[in-house]
């Protein structure tokens, strides 16, 4: 059954990350997408957080750490799912798959704990897709160089990209694009996440899927996100 909204799929690796997961969600949570009919409505915002086999402790410590955050946006629902199981040691590409898996809207991402979002940056990304019916919106993010002292991050200075990112060109930038796909314009055999790129497996979904689908480009030359570096 299809769900009205967004899905956003969101990996943990490490209990260590636990405070850039509290400022990417703090972001996500700024991301009001009005629906189209109804302007003082938002369309639901479901976040799927992907625990890379945590203890039963570990699992706690993130779901108090996360629950302050909750009452911030009554539209946004978030979700924790802990892979348990010993196999396979990597859970890199595993982790997105099944985000991929448990989630039931038709628009659908993915995002870095390092990844912070301007406000309205999805809904930009959903209008462009209702407004061309591409099969993938993608907006421009840069990296920046952080320090961070204690809970308090500290940005440094602006990297920039090798190159924009343009279907064309596979090589893709420093920073990827944040990106929203519209799944009901893409075969479900294209829909998954491969292991042995070596800009790794969000770049290699996001390569393989504008070289064969219409891609919409407006939002690279806007400013949508910032992929934090230490």
Same mark, same amino acid.
């Given at each position: 059954?299809?769900?009205?909204?967004?899905?956003?799929?969101?990996?943990?690796?490490?209990?260590?990350?636990?405070?850039?997961?509290?400022? /990417?969600? *703090?972001?996500?949570?700024?991301?009001?997408?009005?629906?189209?009919?109804?302007? =003082?409505? /938002?369309?639901?915002?479901?976040?799927?957080?992907?625990?890379?086999?945590?203890?039963?402790?570990?699992?706690?410590?993130?779901?108090?750490?996360?629950?302050?955050?909750?009452?911030? @946006?009554?539209?946004?629902?978030?979700?924790?799912? !802990?892979?348990?199981?010993?196999?396979?040691? =990597?859970?890199?590409?595993?982790?997105? !798959?099944? #985000?991929?898996?448990?989630?039931? /809207? +038709?628009?659908?991402? /993915? %995002?870095?704990?390092?990844?912070?979002?301007?406000?309205?940056?999805?809904?930009?990304?959903?209008? +462009?897709?209702?407004?061309?019916?591409?099969?993938?919106?993608?907006?421009?993010? %840069?990296?920046? +160089? $952080?320090?961070?002292?204690?809970?308090?991050?500290?940005?440094?200075?602006? %990297?920039?990209?090798? &190159?924009?990112? $343009?279907? &064309? +060109?596979?090589?893709?930038? @420093?920073?990827?694009?944040? *990106?929203?796909?519209?799944?009901?314009?893409?075969?479900?055999? =294209?829909?998954?996440?491969? $292991?042995?790129?070596? =800009?790794?497996?969000?770049?290699?979904?996001?390569?393989?899927?504008?070289?064969?689908?219409?891609?919409?480009?407006?939002?690279?030359?806007?400013?949508? #996100?910032?992929?934090?570096?230490?």
């Amino acid at each position: 059954m299809e769900l009205a909204g967004l899905d956003v799929v969101i990996r943990l690796h490490d209990i260590s990350e636990l405070p850039r997961l509290d400022h /990417c969600l *703090f972001s996500l949570l700024g991301q009001s997408i009005p629906v189209t009919s109804d302007a =003082d409505h /938002c369309e639901p915002l479901w976040l799927h957080l992907m625990l890379h086999r945590f203890s039963f402790a570990e699992a706690q410590v993130v779901r108090s750490a996360t629950q302050a955050l909750r009452p911030l @946006d009554k539209t946004a629902s978030l979700t924790m799912h !802990n892979w348990e199981l010993p196999e396979p040691f =990597d859970l890199r590409v595993p982790l997105l !798959n099944w #985000g991929l898996e448990v989630t039931k /809207c +038709r628009y659908f991402t /993915c %995002i870095g704990v390092s990844d912070l979002l301007l406000p309205g940056a999805y809904a930009k990304l959903l209008a +462009r897709l209702r407004l061309t019916g591409a099969a993938m919106a993608v907006g421009r993010v %840069i990296t920046q +160089r $952080v320090r961070w002292w204690g809970d308090v991050v500290l940005p440094l200075v602006e %990297i920039p990209p090798r &190159s924009a990112f $343009v279907p &064309s +060109r596979p090589e893709g930038a @420093d920073a990827l694009p944040v *990106f929203l796909l519209d799944r009901a314009r893409l075969p479900t055999h =294209d829909l998954v996440f491969r $292991v042995g790129h070596p =800009d790794g497996e969000v770049a290699e979904f996001m390569q393989r899927l504008s070289s064969q689908y219409e891609i919409d480009t407006r939002y690279m030359t806007d400013l949508l #996100g910032v992929h934090q570096v230490l």
